[in-house]
């Protein structure tokens, strides 16, 4: 019975404790290990929430402790090695998670040998990596010296440990997962000669370090390590506050989310990069403290938001000739922003640079821009510059209508091929529309709600037929969008619409949703494709 075991010693000839074996044991309050005990199985003291005290022999053979197997065990305050070779033993074991380990798993248990309770630690030169989990919330763990044959420190080896001060090897090139995550005591990081060889520092390897920004590291490597640097983690130095005027990231070869986060950076220079390709969605948003990014020259995707409210963000931004697409409020109220270069044709998704309110356009770039969404750049200086009651367009775009409309608005002077998404969206005013021959597709929502809109007109123009008969051509467009013309109650006539090629409409989806003044649609003429 679990309850009414307190003591337990491991006899010598077993030499696995099974899964789950003593799982749940309540009353359990000392384990004592045999010498040829050499594996703990999966949860095998899970849940033993009683349980003190662990011993571990002279000369014990254990070198496997499998997951979870002391997880919930909040009551052990010790684990006493009797062995003066302690540290080559418990460096040997093998920890599949973070809760194999008891020191992880304890109420703040102390590490004992012959009595004296473990605060520093040397690592012989004998060993070249040191295994995952090892001292994983040590708290007592206060000094540590790494001798300069360590290649390898594992996931989680001294998280929420208090050590003070490390130095890494020259040959440590990888700081895995975890590995210093909440050392809440760590104050300095300094490398052998001074010369940080770190490729790969993986996620949350220092998360939570809080006191690393009153040293030296942020000033004297981590500029050196971030432009060294191939890979960087997700949090790798997550809520470290860390302060860097500028940095190089010259050899990082992505950037996953998260990766820059607790690092304060006024300026970033990727214009020698050639790895990155895209910015993921908000990598650098709400970052007040930047000033200016130089892009990576392969650059071609800026996700959403990922500039999003860098008020900081100053004078102009010069894209790459092999930008594509900036999406959706990628560079949302960016309001030190004054001008951007475009140099390749680019794609702007909804409202991406909506709120740049000092954000001026030259114009003689707009054959640069592909396509715009709703509003992206929308209360911009160029926008803001139009006069109420003019069309804004942009490009081969009819963005948005400023202001109140007139009764009728005659475009046909105009060369459009978009009307935006919510370009007219419930302008109440506008009676009768007449589009340009060159507008081709109609986005979503383009005149939605406009209840008093009554006519729309398709460009035509007069013609003669082979007999000389005159006729009038109108145009047809590609595409009219989602919700198009929804609710636009008082819409009785839509002129040409027998001239439509409906082979060329690609969505059609409550076009004409509320109209409740559309009572005939003349589609005789109109020219089916199925």
């Known amino acids: 019975d679990g309850k009414l075991i307190k003591e337990l010693e491991i006899p010598d000839d077993v030499f696995e404790i099974k899964d789950f074996c003593f799982s749940d044991y309540s009353g359990l309050t000392k384990v004592t290990l045999s010498k040829n005990t050499f594996k703990i199985g999966r949860e095998a003291f899970k849940g033993c929430k009683n349980l003190q005290t662990l011993l571990i022999p002279f000369e014990s053979g254990l070198n496997s402790i499998k997951k979870d197997a002391f997880e919930g065990c909040t009551g052990l305050t010790e684990i006493t090695i009797k062995d003066d070779n302690w540290l080559n033993l418990w460096l040997s074991i093998t920890l599949e998670n973070k809760y194999s380990n008891p ?313 459009f091929y978009f009307v935006g998404e919510k370009a007219f969206k419930e302008n109440t005013t506008l009676k009768n529309i007449y589009f340009p021959k060159t507008l081709k597709i109609i986005k979503e929502e383009a005149f939605y709600g406009c209840t008093g809109l009554e006519t729309i007109n398709y460009y035509y123009y007069k013609d003669t037929d082979n007999n000389g008969k005159e006729i009038i051509i109108y145009g047809s467009p590609d595409r009219i969008g989602d919700k198009a013309f929804y609710g636009c109650s008082a819409l009785t006539s839509i002129e040409g619409v027998e001239n439509w090629n409906t082979g060329k409409v690609q969505n059609m989806e409550n076009m004409f949703e509320r109209c409740s003044g559309l009572t005939i649609l003349n589609l005789i003429f109109i020219k089916f494709n199925y």
């Open 103 to 415: 020191l992880a798993a304890g109420n703040d248990p102390k590490l004992t040998c012959n009595g004296n309770t473990i605060t520093g630690i040397t690592i012989p030169s004998s060993i070249t990596k040191i295994k995952n989990f090892v001292f994983s919330n040590y708290s007592k763990l206060e000094t540590i010296t790494l001798h300069e044959s360590i290649t390898n420190l594992g996931e989680g080896t001294f998280e929420g440990t208090g050590i003070i001060t490390v130095e890494i090897p020259n040959n440590v090139t990888e700081i895995s997962n975890s590995c210093f995550k909440n050392c809440i005591n760590l104050t300095d990081i300094y490398f052998e000669n001074d010369k940080p060889s770190i490729i790969k520092i993986d996620n949350e390897a220092f998360y939570g370090c809080l006191k690393l920004k009153d040293g030296d590291f942020s000033s004297e490597y981590l500029p050196d390590i971030l432009s060294n640097v191939l890979y960087l983690g997700s949090n790798a130095f997550g809520n470290c506050g860390l302060s860097i005027n500028s940095v190089q990231l010259e050899n990082l070869e992505r950037l996953p989310d998260g990766c820059l986060n607790g690092l304060i950076i006024s300026s970033i220079d990727l214009s020698d990069n050639s790895n990155i390709k895209e910015f993921p969605e908000s990598i650098f948003s709400g970052r007040t403290e930047l000033i200016s990014i130089t892009f990576p020259n392969n650059l071609s995707l800026i996700d959403k938001r990922a500039f999003y409210k860098c008020t900081g963000l100053k004078g102009t931004l010069d894209f790459p000739n092999t930008l594509k697409e900036i999406r959706t409020e990628a560079f949302y109220g960016c309001t030190g922003l004054t001008e951007i270069n475009l140099n390749s044709k680019i794609d702007f998704g909804n409202s991406a640079f909506e709120g740049c309110t000092s954000l001026n356009l030259d114009e003689s770039k707009f054959d640069k821009i592909n396509t715009v969404g709703e509003n992206t750049f929308y209360n911009t200086r160029w926008f803001n510059n139009h006069k109420d009651g003019s069309a804004v367009i942009i490009g081969n775009t009819l963005m948005k209508y400023k202001g109140t409309c007139p009764k009728d608005l005659d475009l046909r002077g105009e060369n």
